[in-house]
């Protein structure tokens, strides 16, 4: 079953504009990842978030997570015709002891971003 | 260094048939994933090897999916017979977690798919 519910499912915005997409998850977590997908092609590594984080940056991306509201959002700034992706947001729960969900992603809906030049 | 190969890219089959993909991870990559990705969905995870061995394979529908890793590298996922709602895009990734400060981080590589249509 899918943890993440992602909003908006698609965003459809002008070469420049920020976007943002936020993530909601239900179970505790030990990190956060967003990665980006083209069209027809695997899924790409963007950028980690830790559980004990507020707030992360990777060039013109800006993660936030609060896990008191089990939620994340991903900002894009200037956003460029070659961002038009599906971004997905995947937790990694906190591991059990034993446990078989270490390494185990689960991955939301994604929201599909169209960048319009 | 060389990502996640694949194979094959496309596949067109008949309901009832077999199908098999395979995957070669990155190299010194213990963990492998297969993912299953319907159209507009995010992708559902059906098995999780370590080394040459199943970590979780709850969401594989095990009378007709099957997978293997032998030798603890390449990997094949079959399915026997398929149904029409096995179309998807079959996902192969790696991982090679490591931990420090708070936690394990498990980064996942990608490989480009596998598009199946069952007809």
């Known amino acids: 079953s899918q943890q993440g519910e992602e909003d908006p499912q698609a965003l459809s915005i002008q070469e420049g504009e920020n976007a943002t997409m936020n993530c909601s998850y239900k179970?505790?977590?030990?990190?956060l990842q967003w990665y980006r997908q083209n069209s027809g092609r695997g899924l790409v590594h963007l950028i980690l978030?830790?559980?004990?984080?507020r707030e992360k940056h990777s060039g013109r991306l800006r993660v936030t997570l609060d896990t008191s509201k089990k939620s994340s959002s991903l900002l894009i700034t200037a956003s460029r015709a070659a961002d038009t992706a599906s971004y997905f947001c995947?937790?990694?729960?906190?591991?059990?002891?034993?446990?078989?969900?270490?390494?185990?992603?689960?991955f939301g809906q994604g929201t599909i971003l169209t960048v319009h030049p | 260094e060389a990502g996640v190969a694949q194979s094959p890219r496309y596949k067109i089959i008949e309901k009832r048939q077999s199908v098999a993909f395979w995957c070669n991870p990155i190299?010194?990559?213990?963990?492998l994933y297969w993912y299953q990705q319907i159209l507009g969905q995010g992708p559902k995870l059906l098995i999780q090897?370590?080394?040459?061995?199943?970590?979780?394979d709850s969401q594989l529908p095990k009378d007709r999916f099957s997978a293997e890793r032998l030798k603890g590298v390449d990997s094949t996922l079959k399915i026997q017979p398929a149904k029409l709602e096995d179309s998807a895009v079959y996902l192969c990734?790696?991982?090679?977690?490591?931990?420090?400060?708070?936690?394990?981080?498990?980064?996942?590589?990608f490989g480009a798919g596998t598009r199946l249509s069952v007809l």
């Open positions: 990734a790696s991982s090679r977690p490591t931990s420090g400060g708070l936690g394990t981080k498990n980064i996942q590589y």
């Open positions: 179970t505790s977590i030990n990190n």
């Open positions: 978030i830790r559980s004990n984080e």
């Open positions: 995947a937790t990694d729960p906190s591991s059990n002891a034993g446990g078989t969900s270490y390494g185990k992603l689960t």
């Open positions: 190299s010194g990559h213990a963990t």
């Open positions: 090897f370590q080394n040459n061995g199943v970590v979780d």
